[in-house]
């Protein structure tokens, strides 16, 4: 196992047993199960968007949730899903995600890469397959924009990302949308 993927995959694990425990406690906690959300920036993106491929895919990690359980949405800010394979395949429909990414990112691919026996899938990437597979998300690109993607929406993208959670989330669209904004 390549030390990337390595890594990705024990902070996967952390994030399982971080919704377990969520999941566990939600009733005392007064949290909706089925409205988690979990979002993050370059290795957090890369984070989520890989536990959301496993959980979809019910990986031995993923099993520790419920078998019913996925998450309400994933929020990728320059992210990437890593697995050993060359091409995804997703045995369930994942989650809805917003897909945030600069087109001239150098640090995580914005479209493929290989590495090894490892594939670094990007947004545009898994754009592409969610519209085949015509899975509800939203990619919303930055034209010209380097890394600076994984930490800009915070920054300055709540609209996008709060109309993400409402129409995706909360009003549960089936939509795709696809967003270049030039900057």
Known sequence: VSQSR???????DDLIDA???ILENADKWNIDKNKIIISGGSAGAITCLTAEYQVANKTIISKKLPSDFNYAGVI????CVIAQKDSLIWNSKPCP??????????????????????????SNYLHNQFAKLNIPHWLYVETGAD???ALKPLQ?????????????VTDRSKTIIETHWVS
């Open 6 to 12: 390595y890594a990705v995959n024990l902070a996967v």
């Open 19 to 21: 919704t377990k425990f």
């Open 76 to 79: 990728s800010q320059a992210g």
């Open 97 to 122: 995600i917003l897909l945030m990414h600069g087109d001239k990112d150098q640090l995580v691919p914005f479209d493929k890469s290989l590495v090894g026996k490892s594939i670094y899938a990007g």
């Open 147 to 149: 890394h600076i993607v």
């Open 156 to 168: 300055y993208n709540f609209s996008e990302i709060d109309n993400f959670i409402q129409k995706f």
